[in-house]
T-cell receptor
């Protein structure tokens, strides 16, 4: 595997379900990010982790819970979501120091019914 | 409030023409500037980055940075229908922050 991978690629869940999104980066980066992208809207930064420590939390509802067990893996735990949470969830990684370009995973298309 | 502004478009150009995409930013002193391409339904893909004033060329793409005027541009020469996508500008603020601010993106349509 190379680059940034995300699973699942597509997810349909009911409002009472609990699910998790997984992201893995194979680039040796130190920083990882979760973004939300709704239809016809810009990227919204949700969470940032640097060296497994959360450094940014952009007023995201508590029904989204991130976890970063190590610098290669990032999770987004979902529970009691709302239909308006349906979106493309993107994971990205970067070196975090010196060179800041981000590399994105393919995303998880989430539909909340 | 850090802001990165882009015209949402769509910008429509004929095949073979030069497409010019512009981005302005509010945080004077910003150090790093990026252009990403995003096809419909796909994730953003890094295509160019620039740190210094002036031009940077990579194949058909040229990034232009003018820090005094606080804008960064992306020129696409010999535009192809496969270049049709949304182009996102991202700017890292000063102080060594690695967390970028993204613009809303400009939709480019290259018609045959």
């Amino acid at each position: 595997e190379t680059g940034v991978t995300q699973t699942p690629r597509h997810l349909v869940m009911g409002m009472t379900n609990k699910k998790s999104l997984k992201c893995e980066q194979h680039l040796g980066h130190n920083a990882m990010y979760w973004y939300k992208q709704s239809a016809k809207k810009p990227l919204e930064l949700m969470f940032v982790y640097s060296l497994e420590e959360r450094v940014e939390n952009n007023s995201v509802p508590s029904r989204f819970s991130p976890e970063c067990p190590n610098s290669s893996h990032l999770f987004l735990h979902l529970h009691t979501l709302q239909p308006e949470d349906s979106a493309l969830y993107l994971c990205a990684s970067s070196h975090g120091q010196g060179s800041y370009e981000q590399y994105f995973g393919p995303g998880t298309r989430l539909t909340v019914t | 409030q850090k802001e990165v502004e882009q015209n949402s478009g769509p910008l429509s150009v004929p095949e073979g023409a030069i497409a010019s995409l512009n981005c302005t930013y509010s945080d004077r002193g910003s150090q790093s500037f990026f252009w990403y391409r995003q096809y419909s339904g796909k994730s953003p893909e890094l295509i160019m980055f620039i740190y210094s004033n002036g031009d940077k060329e990579d194949g058909r793409f040229t990034a232009q940075l003018n820090k005094a005027s606080q804008y960064v541009s992306l020129l696409i020469r010999d535009s192809q229908p496969s270049d049709s996508a949304t182009y996102l500008c991202a700017v890292n603020p000063p102080g060594g922050s690695y967390i970028p601010t993204f613009g809303r993106g400009t939709s480019l349509i290259v018609h045959p």
